[in-house]
Each structure stands twice: as structure tokens, then as C-alpha cells.
């Protein structure tokens, strides 16, 4: 009897996982009648180029992000030159638009804010600048179009629009910053010099440093925090207390979870510290997803609920820019196979569209059943893998889904061979 009990109960809980491995395993294409259901929920895009002329394709973006304060734009590679002018076209349009006024990049925060010299001041050159900013991935032509762009807007558009970052994977450009903060006050820069001393000896890129190190390095910091300065205003101040934490995040970088919700503190601190302000944010996929506490994505939904979106970004084929082998090189991608989501989606003929996936998840039609659940969808970051995707519920990490067909690499403006 025991027994009988037994084999029941593991075909009730066995028959459901084994159907919907079947499922997934025999669904080569998309059946007529679930293709008819999605296309209810894509919306056909023109070009990805930011300079093309008609934007009336890119209306829906605005039905799409309504009253919502901050746009989180992904990327399913670092390397794709069509994800990027897609993006700086997006860009364009909500800061021209929806009046969007800050730029904000997955990008160390101190270097990052030195644009803003260039894009109010006209002062310093922007790919020296860019250069500063560690990795290749934003020294691109693609990247130097859009400062250009935001420079050419600023000389004839008020309020202007600011550029940050929101990444801490670096001390130098805080510190760097704090220093000119001491030297601009004739202030002594001893506790500096002390400061900047520990952190080049424990210079560790991202891996954490040694608890002792980081007990020295907050005495420090807390002398600098305490220290009476005469600042001309009230945002120099904050700035310069923003800088100081960088530095406290950075020496407790130990895994990328971390980062992400230092990411999350960083965008939050935007938005504090602005006026009126509306926030483009820019960063891989993973980061912008909502789907759990992994995600930077998840701490802004957390706190500001319906005034983030987000809009993930595929593409079935082509190529991308990446690191292979330590050469930055173009990778040809893999095509996406069968029972991908990107491979569903080639499958409609559509160069390029906007997917409403937050439509599709509230309607939870049977027709959609396939992208409900979790799907394989291509994930590589600044470099490459044997297989580029990877399972992930797509509804629940994203709101919208820009689909593009085939992608090109991203064009360096700076030789690293």
C-alpha cells in the first residue's frame, strides 16, 4: 500500500515537470494561431539609426513609458553597434520628446560626471574622457555620436542634460576628486596621500579587500567626511560626500550581487540629487532586469515601483565586439537556435520591433504559454561563451523587448592591438 502511495505521488509530481519538458523539447516553431496572438503585442520599428529622420515609429515609446521617471535600456552583449544607435535613437527621442535630462551609463561615477564638462562647459575632449572610464566598451563611435548629440542639444535647449554613471568598480577618480576638492580649499592632503597609499598597495581590481584594509581605509574616509570645507553650494558638497561613496563601495566589492545593489543606492542617489529629474538608464540586460535581488533592476523597481520601465534588447545573428583570447576582436554570435527566444522571434520577418511584454504577461493567454515560462535567451557580456544563452523568465525581468534581427560590432575609435 506504502508503495502504491509512493508511485502515485511521484506521478503527480514527475507527469507535470515531464509534459512541460515535452512541451519545450518537440516545439520547433511557432504554431499559427500563437504567432497571430503575438503579433497583437509588436510594434514595427524603422531603423535603428539615430539620425534617421521619421520618427513616428517611436511614438509608442512614449504610450509605453508614460509617466515613468526612469527608462532602464539593456544590452545583450557590450559589442553591438545596432543595440547602441538604438539606444542613443531611443535616447534622443525621450530627451527630446518626454523630457528626459539625465544620461546615466554602467560606468565608474566620478569619471563618468567629468562629461558634463565637455557637454556644458565645452571644456576637455570627450574621447580622452571616454578613455578614462577603464573599459572599451563606451569608446565607440557609436558612444561618441551621442555625446556629440546631447552637446549639440545642450547649446539650444534648457534645462540641460546631464551625463553620470553609476558603477564603483574603481577608487581613483573619487579620489582623485576629493583630492582636488583639499587642494582647491588649501586644505593639507596628508590623510589623502594616507588614503590613496592603501588603496594602490591593495589594489585588487573588483575582489575585496582585507578587513583590516578596509577598517583603515573608513578611519580615513571619516576624517575627510568630518572635515569643515567651504563648499560654494550645496550640490559641490554632495557631490564631494558621493565621492567618498564610491570609495566605502568599492573596498566591499566581493561579488557582482553587491555591485548591483550599490548600483541601485547610485541611481537612487541620482534622483536625489536632481532637479526634477527623469533618468535614462543604460547597462547589460542583466543589470536593468527586474526578476530578482540579484539585479540592480529589482532594487529600483523596489523603490520607485511604476516610475521604472525597462526595455531588454535580442537579436537572432550577426556579430558583436568582444574579448577573445584577451583580443578585443569581432566575434561572429551564434545564431540563435532552435527553441530560443530570439529564434521565436526571427520567425515573424520583422527587421525590428518593440515586443510589449508587460501586455502579454497581464493577459497570460495560453497562446503566449512559451514565453511565459522561462526561455533561452542570449546573455554574453564583454566577451564571449561556448553558449551564449541562457535560461530566464523574460516577462518577469523585463517590461518591453527590443527585437533586432541581426547585429553588427561596435566601432572602437581607440587601437588596442
Given at each position: 500500500m506504502i508503495l502504491e502511495k509512493t508511485k502515485f505521488l511521484f506521478f503527480l509530481i514527475v507527469l507535470p515537470f515531464f509534459n512541460i519538458q515535452i512541451y519545450s523539447q518537440s516545439k520547433k516553431e511557432l504554431k499559427p494561431e500563437e504567432k497571430e496572438y503575438l503579433l497583437k503585442f509588436i510594434h514595427p520599428l524603422q531603423?535603428?539609426?539615430?539620425?534617421?529622420?521619421?520618427?513616428?515609429?517611436?511614438?509608442?515609446?512614449?504610450?509605453?513609458?508614460?509617466?515613468?521617471?526612469?527608462?532602464?535600456?539593456?544590452?545583450?552583449?557590450?559589442?553591438?553597434?545596432?543595440?547602441?544607435?538604438?539606444?542613443?535613437?531611443?535616447?534622443?527621442?525621450?530627451?527630446?520628446?518626454?523630457?528626459?535630462?539625465?544620461?546615466?551609463?554602467?560606468?565608474?561615477?566620478?569619471?563618468?560626471?567629468?562629461?558634463?564638462?565637455?557637454?556644458?562647459?565645452?571644456?576637455?575632449d570627450p574621447k580622452k574622457i571616454l578613455?578614462?572610464?577603464?573599459?572599451?566598451?563606451?569608446?565607440t563611435q557609436e558612444t561618441l555620436n551621442f555625446i556629440e548629440w546631447l552637446k549639440q542639444y545642450n547649446k539650444i535647449h534648457s534645462p540641460k542634460v546631464t551625463f553620470d554613471g553609476f558603477d564603483m568598480q574603481y577608487a581613483s577618480g573619487a579620489l582623485h576628486q576629493i583630492k582636488n576638492v583639499y587642494n582647491q580649499y588649501q586644505i593639507?592632503?596628508?590623510?589623502?596621500?594616507?588614503?590613496?597609499?592603501?588603496?594602490?598597495?591593495?589594489?585588487?581590481?573588483?575582489?575585496?579587500?582585507?578587513?583590516?584594509?578596509?577598517?583603515?581605509?573608513?578611519?580615513?574616509?571619516?576624517?575627510?567626511?568630518?572635515?569643515?570645507?567651504?563648499?560654494?553650494?550645496?550640490?559641490?558638497?554632495?557631490?564631494?560626500?558621493?565621492?567618498?561613496?564610491?570609495?566605502?563601495?568599492?573596498?566591499?566589492?566581493?561579488?557582482?550581487?553587491?555591485?548591483?545593489?550599490?548600483?541601485a543606492e547610485n541611481v537612487s542617489w541620482i534622483m536625489k540629487n536632481n532637479l526634477n529629474p527623469k533618468l535614462i538608464v543604460s547597462a547589460h540586460n542583466y543589470h536593468i532586469s527586474k526578476l530578482n535581488k540579484q539585479r540592480m533592476g529589482f532594487y529600483i523597481n523596489e523603490k520607485f515601483k511604476n516610475d521604472y520601465v525597462n526595455f531588454g534588447f535580442a537579436f537572432y545573428k550577426g556579430s558583436f565586439t568582444g574579448s577573445l583570447n584577451r583580443q578585443l576582436k569581432t566575434i561572429i554570435a551564434q545564431t540563435a537556435p532552435s527553441g530560443t527566444l530570439e529564434y521565436y522571434l526571427s520567425s515573424f520577418n520583422i527587421p525590428i520591433f518593440i515586443l510589449d511584454l508587460k501586455s502579454i504577461s497581464e493577459e497570460s493567454n495560453p497562446l503566449a504559454r512559451w514565453i511565459l515560462k522561462d526561455i533561452r535567451m542570449r546573455k554574453t557580456g564583454s566577451g564571449t561563451e561556448n553558449n551564449e544563452f541562457q535560461l530566464t523568465n523574460v516577462v518577469q525581468s523585463f517590461d518591453y523587448l527590443i527585437f533586432?534581427?541581426?547585429?553588427?560590432s561596435s566601432k572602437l575609435f581607440k587601437n588596442y592591438n
Open positions: 531603423s535603428c539609426e539615430p539620425n534617421f529622420v521619421d520618427n513616428s515609429d517611436l511614438k509608442i515609446i512614449e504610450k509605453l513609458v508614460s509617466q515613468s521617471k526612469i527608462v532602464g535600456l539593456g544590452e545583450s552583449t557590450h559589442g553591438s553597434s545596432e543595440i547602441y544607435k538604438m539606444k542613443d535613437r531611443i535616447s534622443r527621442y525621450l530627451i527630446s520628446n518626454s523630457l528626459f535630462n539625465i544620461f546615466s551609463l554602467e560606468a565608474n561615477m566620478p569619471e563618468s560626471f567629468l562629461l558634463n564638462s565637455y557637454l556644458l562647459e565645452n571644456k576637455n578613455e578614462g572610464m577603464y573599459f572599451w566598451i563606451w569608446q593639507p592632503s596628508n590623510e589623502i596621500e594616507d588614503l590613496e597609499k592603501i588603496l594602490t598597495e591593495e589594489n585588487r581590481g573588483v575582489r575585496s579587500y582585507t578587513n583590516r584594509s578596509q577598517n583603515l581605509i573608513r578611519e580615513i574616509l571619516s576624517k575627510i567626511k568630518n572635515r569643515d570645507l567651504p563648499f560654494k553650494s550645496p550640490e559641490e558638497k554632495e557631490r564631494f560626500m558621493q565621492n567618498i561613496r564610491i570609495i566605502e563601495q568599492k573596498i566591499q566589492i566581493s561579488n557582482m550581487i553587491i555591485r548591483d545593489q550599490f548600483m533586432i534581427n541581426e547585429s553588427s
